[in-house]
């Protein structure tokens, strides 16, 4: 079967860095995606990773290890705003989205 | 560029009433769009996969006659929850997918927050 972990939830402090981890085990592979909720709002982009390495979009990073089925995403200089769920989804051989359950980030002061 | 709008954001019907959900993409031409539903707490499970012009394609689980979708255009797909009841109450997120090379990512609408009553 096809399947996509990551941690239910996790909590860091404002100004800090957090790295969440995604695993997967997946009928082919063709990217991973991580994307942003807040609560009832509809998921945002934030990266895509096909080939192994890191990837840096301003505070936003993301990570992969295709030999691995490994990625994370890591957040820097986080801020209150950052507090949401991060969705981990791979692009499977059908080119179908999996989805992870999402990681529930939260941000203290 | 990339947006996808739904309507409504969000409704409240009565049990055994019919409830149609609109999604646009708006300036670009989406070759898939897909019909997810999400409750509270929980990820996105995937409803259905739509192509223009032909039959959606329903996951496993989900009744096809209950929720009708149509592709009609490379911008419009819509979700009509038949006969709805208290349990299709749920968020009812599309997307849409843009080939651009090999990247393959999906834009989200905003959502529709459905509760029957």
């Known amino acids: 079967g096809q399947n996509i972990d990551q941690p239910t939830e996790m909590t860091a402090t404002e100004g800090a860095i957090v790295q969440i981890n995604c695993t997967y085990q997946?009928?082919?592979?063709?990217?991973l995606f991580w994307y942003q909720q807040h609560a009832g709002e509809a998921p945002t982009f934030l990266s895509y990773?096909?080939l192994d390495g890191l990837e840096e979009k301003g505070r936003f990073s993301s990570f992969l290890s295709r030999s691995k089925g490994y990625s994370y995403l890591l957040l820097k200089e986080l801020q209150m705003k950052d507090s949401a769920s991060y969705l981990c989804?791979?692009?499977?051989?059908?080119?179908?989205?999996?989805w992870g359950a999402g990681t529930k980030l939260i941000i203290k002061p | 560029g990339a947006v996808v709008s739904q309507h409504p954001s969000w409704v409240i019907c009565k049990s055994g009433t019919s409830v149609k959900i609109e999604c646009r993409s708006l300036d670009f031409q989406a070759t898939t769009m897909f019909w997810y539903r999400q409750f509270p707490k929980q990820s996105l499970m995937l409803m259905a996969t739509?192509?223009?012009?032909?039959?959606?394609?329903?996951e496993q689980g989900v009744e096809k006659d209950k929720f009708l979708i149509n592709h009609a255009s490379l911008t419009l797909s819509t979700l009509t929850v038949t006969s709805a009841h208290p349990e299709d109450s749920s968020f009812y997120i599309c997307s849409a997918r843009r080939s651009t090379g090999d990247f393959y990512e999906q834009y989200f609408g905003p959502g529709t927050r459905l509760t029957v009553t």
């Open positions: 997946t009928s082919g592979f063709n990217g």
């Open positions: 739509s192509n223009e012009g032909s039959k959606a394609t329903y």
């Open positions: 989804a791979v692009l499977d051989s059908n080119y179908q989205l999996i």
């Open positions: 990773n096909v």
